[in-house]
């Protein structure tokens, strides 16, 4: 069993930055895969970022250059750094563990707005 909980969220001016974390509990951190994934009314959930439990990365198209995700094992923690945020960007982000089975957190908001 894994337990996620992510903070981090909230209201952002267009082109500011936030940055989220994910604080993962009850497994094997260092060889899991853990991502953020994220969803907008109406759309389906997309891959955001990804990390492998090597170190290796993964980005989605749209915020390939703007997003950066990176791992803390020390601290079973996974990160989610945005900058230059842009309106398209909101949504609800969620945290997700891949230790063979997928786990998931509760989401955090997001809202890029003027």
């Known amino acids: 069993q894994v337990q996620l909980v992510e903070s981090g969220g909230g209201l952002v001016q267009p082109g500011g930055s936030l940055t989220l974390s994910c604080a993962a509990s009850?497994?094997?951190?260092?060889?899991?895969?853990m991502g953020w994934y994220r969803q907008a009314p109406g759309k389906q959930r997309e891959l955001v970022a990804a990390v492998s439990g090597s170190g290796s990365t993964k980005y989605g198209d749209s915020v390939k250059g703007r997003f950066t995700i990176s791992r803390d094992n020390a601290k079973n923690t996974v990160y989610l750094q945005m900058n230059n945020l842009k309106p398209e960007d909101t949504a609800v982000y969620y945290c997700?563990?891949?230790?063979?089975?997928?786990?998931w957190g509760q989401g955090t908001q997001v809202t890029v707005s003027s």
């Open positions: 997700n563990a891949n230790t063979g089975y997928s786990y």
């Open positions: 009850g497994s094997d951190f260092r060889r899991s895969g």
